[in-house]
């Protein structure tokens, strides 16, 4: 009689960690990139903002000038810092103040942002 309750006890534990394991999937999920149109993109030159090194993508805050002669931030994802960092990037990398030249894939919904898809100072240009 111990042994079936065990074994039943067993199956009981066995059944919950199965049923626990997908639940911290999603929270480890990463977003798709259908939010970008990689069929487009966007060249942009302004001063930084802001520089966020941070986790699971770093940010470029760019404040551009736009035809109109007013200040539009721009919020430009890059990969996560560990990715950066193997890339040779830190946190002090990029520094507010610093004028970049940039291209993006924007975002489809015509917000202003985008994925980086390549920088450099405006100095090397």
Known sequence: MRKARLRQA???????S?????APIPAQAHHSFALFD?????MLEGT???????????W????VIND?????????????AGA???????????KPGERL????????NGAKGGSLASFRPEQEQ
């Open 10 to 16: 067993g199956a009981m534990f066995g059944l919950a």
């Open 18 to 22: 199965v049923l626990l394991i997908p």
């Open 38 to 42: 990689f069929e487009k993109s966007v």
């Open 48 to 58: 930084v903002k802001r520089f966020d090194w941070t986790n699971p993508h770093s």
């Open 60 to 63: 470029i805050f760019l404040d």
């Open 68 to 80: 109109n002669r007013q200040v539009e931030e721009w919020a430009i994802e890059l990969p996560a």
């Open 84 to 94: 950066l960092a193997r890339d040779g990037w830190n946190k002090n990398f990029v």
């Open 101 to 108: 030249s940039v291209r993006i894939n924007p975002l489809k």
